[in-house]
T-cell receptor, first 115, second 114 residues
Framework: DAGVIQSPRHEVTEMGQEVTLRCKPISGHDYLFWYRQTMMRGLELLIYFNNNVPIDDSGMPEDRFSAKMPNASFSTLKIQPSEPRDSAVYFC?????????????FGQGTRLTVV | AQSVTQLGSHVSVSEGALVLLRCNYSSSVPPYLFWYVQYPNQGLQLLLKYTSAATLVKGINGFEAEFKKSETSFHLTKPSAHMSDAAEYFCAVRGGAAGNKLTFGGGTRVLVKP
């Protein structure tokens, strides 16, 4: 398997524009996590899904952020409108069914810069 | 809320010296614990995990960690540091009251001096 695939790897956008980050989890995994990493706040869990259903979105910073998982092989994280403080590296991760003793596998991340 | 705390955001060690990275968890029920490593401009990679089968867990690249319930700790060690160990290390917790949520500590950046 190719692992978790995220696109794009880098995104530079202007403030106010819509940004969509994409993630393809490992085939057969039924948990999907979105994280944001910054120097100031470290790794923050934004939202996670189980079997395509959002389970916990308490980490989503505000209404400008939304995430969807229309099927088992694809998820998006959208920011609309984007702001400079959204600049960060966004990671997607997936894990197998079987409960909390299974590890998550991470993608390479999307580095977002909002100017 | 369930969480992990990593003591020390930066650690500097000499090549060949012991690496010790500290992680403490807060949970009334022993959770599942993980250590991940992140090399520059890359995603996180699993080093090892504790799932209650054994308290001393061996991972990749010569790392190991010991689960101590009495101290609510899961410290990561490596007897002899190598230059390639320079990276950021994250402790993470899953399970218990938080269910399947995977929560990370603040990370510890390791610098290896020749």
């Amino acid at each position: 398997d190719a692992g978790v695939i995220q696109s794009p790897r880098h995104e530079v956008t202007e403030m106010g524009q819509e940004v969509t980050l994409r993630c393809k989890p490992i085939s057969g995994h039924d948990y999907l996590f979105w994280y944001r990493q910054t120097m100031m706040r470290g790794l923050e869990l934004l939202i996670y899904f189980n079997n395509n259903v959002p389970i916990d979105d308490s980490g989503m910073p505000e209404d400008r952020f939304s995430a969807k998982m229309p099927n088992a092989s694809f998820s998006t994280l959208k920011i609309q409108p984007s702001e400079p403080r959204d600049s960060a590296v966004y990671f997607c991760a997936s894990s197998l069914r079987g409960g909390p003793n299974t590890e998550a596998f991470f993608g390479q991340g999307t580095r977002l810069t909002v100017v | 809320a369930q969480s992990v705390t990593q003591l020390g955001s930066h650690v500097s060690v000499s090549e060949g010296a012991l690496v010790l990275l500290r992680c403490n968890y807060s949970s009334s029920v022993p959770p599942y614990l993980f250590w991940y490593v992140q090399y520059p401009n890359q995603g996180l990679q699993l080093l090892l995990k504790y799932t209650s089968a054994a308290t001393l867990v061996k991972g990749i690249n010569g790392f190991e960690a010991e689960f101590k319930k009495s101290e609510t700790s899961f410290h990561l060690t490596k007897p002899s540091a190598h230059m390639s160990d320079a990276a950021e290390y994250f402790c993470a917790v899953r399970g218990g009251a938080a269910g399947n949520k995977l929560t990370f500590g603040g990370g510890t950046r390791v610098l290896v001096k020749p």
